[in-house]
């Protein structure tokens, strides 16, 4: 049966099948969608308890705040807000930094208990975000405030299916002073996504399995393309007002990204980290992508 991309309505075609996840590929702006085969153990495990919880968190972390500081620089050139509310909050980095320059009205919505639980921490509005439906099923009236800006870091890969709907219905209800809507996803040109895929096509589909996030809950069930997140965010009647794309990863830090991995591998983090984190500047193959875009 043919499918079509909820993206950009083209025909899509087979792109990658294994024991865990099948992925479709459209044939016209390349977006890919994955169907996964979720086990009860992973669905029934908290998603921020899936990772090694030291050394690699703390390297996320180190990323994710640097990240958080090039953000805030980026939205403080653009608006003078105090009020923000950050959906899929995870473990509150984001919203740390924000509270650390200043910003006053924060919140921040997750599945999670754990996340709730690190962001109540911090003295910070946390919101528990319905599993099922967290799109439909968010009230802002339980912030207090209205935010100017809503973020999305790392989340909107984790939903199922058209990913338009949700949101232009989501979109039609929000009140009229939330102006800035952040997108933040990994991107299929990125140097370790292009190193992935060719070796998944030699039998090697570790790394591949690991970006699709198979294994975990939710897992990525969309990787987007620079043109297929553009297309969403424009299909969505928001404005492109600035695009940032970023490694991802800091080379320093990727030996304890590794850090269930054989020390051999570890022991070459380093060198490879710095060769591939200046072959992606290079060939400007970064792995991931900000779209912060105004409504209009």
């Not at 939205?75 to 320059?101: I, M, P, V, Y």
């Not at 949101?167 to 209800?173: G, T, V």
């Not at 069930?221 to 490694?247: I, K, M, N, P, W």
Request: hydrophobic residues 40%; glycine residues 8%; proline residues 3%.
């Amino acid at each position: 049966m043919t499918t079509l991309c909820w993206v950009c309505t083209a025909i899509t075609r087979p792109f990658w099948a294994n024991a865990a996840f099948s992925v479709s590929e459209c044939s016209g702006c390349g977006h890919l969608q994955a169907e996964h085969r979720i086990s009860e153990q992973a669905a029934a495990t908290d998603y921020h308890r899936n990772y090694e919880q030291d050394r690699f968190v703390a390297s996320l972390a180190v990323t994710r705040r640097r990240q958080a500081a090039t953000l805030l620089d980026e939205l403080r050139g653009l608006t003078a807000t105090q009020s923000l509310f950050d959906f899929g909050c995870g473990r509150g980095w984001f919203l740390e930094a924000a509270k650390q320059r200043g910003l006053h009205e924060l919140a921040g919505g997750d599945v999670s208990e754990l996340a709730l639980q690190l962001l109540g921490e911090q003295g910070i509005k946390a919101v528990s975000l319905s599993e099922s439906d967290p799109l439909e099923k968010l009230d802002l009236q339980e912030l207090g405030f209205t935010p100017e800006v809503i973020t999305f870091l790392d989340v909107v890969e984790h939903f199922e299916g058209n990913l338009t709907a949700k949101f232009s219905r989501w979109l039609a209800r929000l009140p009229a002073g939330v102006r800035f809507i952040v997108f933040k996803v990994p991107i299929r040109e990125g140097l370790l996504f292009s190193m992935a895929n060719l070796a998944r096509q030699v039998g090697v589909e570790g790394l591949g399995k690991q970006l699709f996030q198979s294994g975990t809950y939710p897992p990525h069930y969309q990787y987007f393309t620079q043109r297929s997140l553009e297309a969403f965010v424009t299909g969505l009647g928001l404005a492109q007002v600035r695009v940032l794309d970023d490694l991802d990863f800091e080379p320093e830090e990727l030996k304890n990204r590794l850090s269930t991995s054989p020390w051999l591998l570890r022991s070459l983090a380093l060198p490879a980290g710095r060769l591939l984190a200046g072959a992606a500047r290079g060939l400007e193959r970064l792995d991931s992508r900000i779209v912060i875009a105004e409504r209009r």
